[in-house]
């Protein structure tokens, strides 16, 4: 009989999940993953990332002790760690589902390159795309730098497969673990997580029963109630999707057909945004340290830590920039149109270089990812792929009024300003501001004619 390591990464589920339901079909297995912090260009995750891999670990291990077997923890170098339980385990294979990043790719290259070497079969799946990223390429070949066509071609493209189902029984040797415990993901000292775990229920359970939630109630109505922070008017898969606890296959199913239509198109352009910016690191691995429009390196950034700090900590005494980071600091999430934002406000108005921003917002998201979290950074900053003009700034002001009229969501975040409605909310400054929230750091017509200015003297032309 075959035994068959299963090599989990990004797709901790054990519904459809082809390298895993490969193994199971096949024979043994042995179900593996490994904290890689080790491997070159790898990027190590962020707080409250590790926060929830630990739970996403724990709920997985205890998933698979269900199914009659036993999730195989170990830490170090994937190169030499999965040849090492392969070899503890004296498998005759090894299987994982594919990864897009650079540093990600030569590492399975690496592993598949001493399989064959070593006399064990090696077999990679698509699982966590709906399109892989050498299937759709612009008439010449190329990745699209837009997401319209892309979006487009995709639409075009051979039909996803649906969902497989779940394994529900599964069989293989013993092979040592390391204790979830011991690698140190949850924090302790202090334990900063009790926000996290009052908003989310990280594993595979939590993410389906998110999925249900949603197609069940939030996507009627969700074309409009997206833009309303206030409101629960968003899946909120993407943790979920960024472990892999269900997969864009699942929850375009789960999707397809309800109605309004708007509503489910709207969605589905939310996942196709997320398989684009998976395409366009695919195409330029160095996405999180470099522009993708190389006249941005001319870009003059003010380098200025007291004010990255008061963004960072939302005393930024712009209610909406406020509300949305601590909202960060408190849930690990965001609301999306907030992103843009407080992205907008770092980049333009405080005039900081992006990367400063997406280092953040990398270290407290709970679903930040190689690609999302760079390529939406990008771009709100206008030098990433099809991006939003540098010249458009938005007004927090203006947005809190437009989005968060009634001042649910501000107030929810900013207690400081609770009770207050209209320019007394929106504007405080104007209207006996509490003594506990700090006045606006920065005047934003002043700053919004800095920022246009450092963009004219980088030059239109350009890449």
Known sequence: MTTTVVWLRDDLRLADNPALRHAADDGDVVVLYVLDEASAGVRSLGGAARWWLHHSLAALGAAVEAAGARLVLRRGAAIEVVPAVIQDARADAVVWNRRYGGPEREIDAAVKTWAGEHDVEAHSFAANLLHEPWTITTGAGEPFQVYSPFLRACQRAEEPRDPLPAVRRLAGPDVASDDLDEWGLHPSAPDWSAGLAEAWEPGETGATRRLTQFVDGILDGYDASRERPGVEGTSRLSPHLRFGEVSPFQVRAAVAGASPREDRDAFLSEIHWREFNWHLLYANPDLATVNHRAKFDGMRWRRSPGDLRAWQRGRTGYPLVDAGMRQLWQTGWM?????????????????????????????????????????????????????????????????????????????????????????????????????????????????????????????????
């Open 335 to 463: 609301h999306n149109r907030v992103r843009m934002i407080t992205a907008s406000f770092l980049i333009k108005n405080l005039l900081i270089d992006w990367r400063a921003g997406e280092q953040w917002f990398w270290d407290t998201l709970v679903d930040a990812d190689a690609a999302n979290n760079p390529a939406n950074w990008q771009w709100t900053a206008g030098s990433g792929a099809d991006a939003f003009p540098y010249v458009r700034v938005f007004n927090p002001v203006t947005q809190g009024r437009k989005f968060d009229a009634d001042g649910s969501y501000i107030t929810r975040f900013v207690p400081e300003l609770a009770g207050r409605d209209g320019s007394a909310l929106h504007e405080p400054w104007d209207h006996d501001p509490p003594a506990d929230y700090p006045e606006p750091m920065v005047d934003l017509r002043r700053t919004r004619r800095r920022a246009l200015a450092a963009y004219d003297d980088i030059g239109a032309s350009g890449r």
